[in-house]
Nanobody, 120 residues
Framework: QVQLVESGGGLVQAGGSLRLSCAAS????????MGWYRQAPGKQRELVAD???????NIADSVKGRFTISRDNDKNTAYLQMNSLKPEDTAVYYC??????????????WGQGTQVTVSS
């Protein structure tokens, strides 16, 4: 029923840009906090950025100034704009939807991931 579908990953040269999209279905999108995580080979999954249902954003220090998270509630889609990409940004990027308890109780959903590879 609930589905998060990431897209926009691919191979890009260092210094380039990509925009990831996370299309959500089966949820009341506007009440969910949305987040982007990434996992590189041999490393733990880490939070890259998130945006609350009210639009407040949080960006990890490692990507601050280069990445931007946004959402379009009319399209039920969250985005991660990635600029000035570095080889160390190479990872599988995952979309997460988190519903806070005040909105019909908590919930937590994940997408399947999209590969981002940055060549040097």
């Amino acid at each position: 029923q609930v589905q998060l579908v990431e897209s926009g990953g691919g191979l890009v040269q260092a210094g380039g840009s990509l925009r990831l999209s996370c299309a959500a279905s089966g949820i009341i999108f506007r009440i969910y906090n949305m987040g982007w995580y990434r996992q590189a080979p041999g490393k733990q999954r880490e939070l890259v950025a998130d945006i609350t249902s009210s639009g407040t954003t949080n960006i990890a220090d490692s990507v601050k100034g280069r990445f931007t998270i946004s959402r379009d509630n009319d399209k039920n889609t969250a985005y991660l704009q990635m600029n000035s990409l570095k080889p160390e940004d190479t990872a599988v990027y995952y979309c997460n939807a988190l519903r806070a308890a005040p909105f019909r109780g908590p919930a937590d959903y994940w997408g399947q991931g999209t590969q981002v590879t940055v060549s040097s």
